[in-house]
């Protein structure tokens, strides 16, 4: 296996400006002391750090990053929300959505994941690389063609998947294991056949206007993309073996028949057992897992080559661990580092039975659909 990964990376993404508050709400005058917004520069340079002084950093080779243009932008959103966001940036910012800011500088930010994003799928795509990570934020795959959602306001994710299109892979699947559901990238491909759009979450369903769908295992694609968005919503607490099991019966399974020509992970460490936005209870062994069979499935689809694309992880210290696991993962490399905090007990047997009831909702669904 190949034992070291390209990295991209742009200091730009660090000039989003989320500030403080209660947690992702506005500041409260009741209290004494705001805290930071979750989404922050603090586990980006947590993440930087741990590949730039870690055990892993003989293994990194850096690149530099950019910043897309609009134009590369408008290749998945919609160019008056684009103009919009560019307002808002411009008039001092403001909040895009009730739990996401936007500030003065915010918008060069976005340019800088997606043009970071972007390069790094350049990279795999074109040569001469086989594994490339994008380090961006803020995150993206909750943001929708034409609207923000849950900290994300330009879908990395989606852009590097149109990009692969545009440069010849007949299909791209996107694997994505944060812990919400990738609601933007799965609106954005829903009615596709050449971009399957895979999301394993904690069953959390929809939350309001900005995010209307609800990860359910029946969200299967509509017209041409029927069967080509497949929904893995997992109880609380899934934890390692649950994520190993919904992988092994449920997506490998899916993108070993779909067989791409480009894989795409949607790489968050929020559903990591001290996440304040997960409780999943994955740990490092489990993120490990996760990186592996990854790397197993490009091994086997796209002549190794992956491209990981940031996504959340908000335990400010810890998601840089899981990143460093997952890492340790895709490159087949034993651990390196012990867990500073894994000690929850690890139970598969509750996440079967919701895996079960997912194939068959999902099954029927497609069925229904394919009747239409």
């Known amino acids: ?10 200091p730009r993404v660090l000039s989003h400006d989320t500030g403080a508050g209660v947690f992702e709400a506005p500041p409260s005058p009741i209290l004494a002391l705001a805290e930071p917004h979750p989404e922050n520069a603090v586990r980006l340079r947590n993440m930087h750090a741990m590949l730039a002084r870690g055990p892993l950093a ?8 950019r910043l897309a243009g609009l134009d590369e932008l408008a290749r998945f959103h919609d160019r ?28 060069d930010a976005c340019r800088a994941a997606a043009g970071t994003a972007l390069a790094a799928m350049a ?14 934020r803020p995150p993206g795959h909750h943001a929708a063609r034409a609207r923000a959602d849950g900290y994300c306001f330009v879908n990395s994710v989606a852009l590097c998947a149109s990009l692969a299109r545009d440069r010849g892979a007949r299909r791209v699947a996107i694997v994505d294991w944060d812990v919400h559901h990738g609601n933007g990238t799965q609106a954005g491909f829903y009615d596709r056949a050449d971009v399957l759009t895979v999301s394993l979450h904690m069953d959390h369903g929809a939350w309001g206007p900005s995010h209307p769908e609800t990860g359910k295992a029946d969200e299967v694609g ?7 968005t497949l929904n893995v919503p997992l109880p609380l607490g899934t934890g390692d073996g649950g994520y190993e099991r919904a992988m092994a019966k449920l997506v490998v399974p899916a993108v070993e028949t779909f067989a791409p020509e480009v894989l795409i992970v949607a790489c968050g460490q929020d559903a990591s057992q001290f996440d304040p936005n997960g409780r999943q209870a994955v740990s490092m062994a489990g993120f490990r897992r996760l990186g592996a069979i990854a790397r197993a499935l490009a091994e086997r689809h796209t002549r190794g080559s992956l491209l990981l694309v940031q996504e959340g992880g908000y335990a400010p210290a810890y998601a ?5 696991a997952t890492l340790e993962g895709v490159l087949g490399l034993a651990p390196l580092l012990d ?19 997912i194939a068959e909702i999902r099954r029927a669904a497609i069925a229904e659909r394919g009747r239409a």
Not at 58 to 65: I, K, L, Y
Not at 222 to 228: D, I, L, Q, S, Y
Not at 339 to 357: S, T
């Open 1 to 10: 296996m190949t034992a070291a990964i390209d990295v991209f990376w742009h």
């Open 58 to 65: 003989p293994r990194v080779r850096w690149h530099a990053g």
């Open 80 to 107: 008056a929300y684009l103009d919009s966001l560019a307002a808002l940036d411009a008039a001092g910012g403001g909040r895009a959505t009730p739990t996401s800011p936007f500030a003065r500088g915010s918008f």
């Open 123 to 136: 990279h795999v795509v074109d040569g001469p690389g086989r594994i490339a990570y994008a380090l961006v």
């Open 222 to 228: 509509e017209g041409a993309g029927v069967g080509f």
């Open 320 to 324: 840089a661990f899981c990143l460093h």
């Open 339 to 357: 867990d500073p905090l894994a000690y929850l007990p690890d139970d598969p047997e509750p996440a079967v039975a919701a895996l079960i009831a």
